[in-house]
Structures are given as structure tokens and as C-alpha cells.
């Protein structure tokens, strides 16, 4: 069984730093991306970053550029989003998802249960 856990989300005070974890299960190390998102209340869900595991390159919104960094642990199958110089506007649900076609851009076939970011100005 395919599963995807976040964790790391919290409270933090603006210019404050969170570490989201999103452990995979139920698949192999292989050919796939691992994408993050967050969604706001009242706001479309927003892709945040990707990184596949083929070659290890990364993609970043711009909005989250030079802030934070994506990067995986193939030992244990988990993927991290370090977030740095955190923003009230970074406050979402954030949820990791898997593309097992190794392509940030496309569908993603599973995902997590989200894990709550709240950062106080």
C-alpha cells in the first residue's frame, strides 16, 4: 500500500524556520518525483517544489526561492522541505505527493494527509 505522512508542520513567529518531513512507504526507491503543495483557506492549491529521484533536480515557486530547499533521504525514503525566513503569507496546509512518472509538472498519483504551517507576524 502506496502511503505518503508529512510531519514537521507548527506554529513559528515570521523569519522562523519549520523542516517538513514526508515519508514515503509502500513503493521502492526509484524513477519518481516527489512534489510539495500547500493550500491556504480559501485559496487554490499551489505547488511549492519537486525533486526526482533519477537525478536529484529541483524545482521552486518563486515565491518560495532562496528560502526553501527541498532534498531527499534515499536510505530512508523520505523526502524534507527545509523552509527558512518564513512569512505569514507561507501559513497553509502542506502536502506532499508522489508522480510516479518522475515529471514535477504532471499528475500526481498519491498523497498525504497534510500537515498544518502557521507562521505569526
Known amino acids: 500500500e502506496v502511503q505518503l505522512v508529512e510531519s514537521g508542520g507548527g506554529l513559528v513567529q515570521a523569519g522562523g524556520s519549520l523542516r517538513l518531513s514526508c515519508a514515503a512507504s509502500g513503493f521502492p526507491f526509484g524513477d519518481y518525483a516527489i512534489g510539495w503543495f500547500r493550500q491556504a483557506p480559501g485559496k487554490e492549491r499551489e505547488g511549492v517544489s519537486c525533486?526526482?529521484?533519477?537525478?536529484?533536480?529541483?524545482n521552486y515557486a518563486d515565491s518560495v526561492k532562496g528560502r526553501f530547499t527541498i532534498s531527499s533521504d534515499n536510505a530512508l525514503n523520505t523526502v524534507h522541505l527545509q523552509m527558512n525566513s518564513l512569512r505569514p503569507e507561507d501559513t497553509a496546509v502542506y502536502y506532499c505527493a508522489v508522480n510516479f512518472m518522475n515529471d514535477c509538472q504532471g499528475g500526481y498519483d498519491y498523497w498525504g494527509q497534510g500537515t498544518q504551517v502557521a507562521v505569526s507576524s
Open positions: 525533486i526526482r529521484m533519477r537525478d536529484g533536480s529541483t
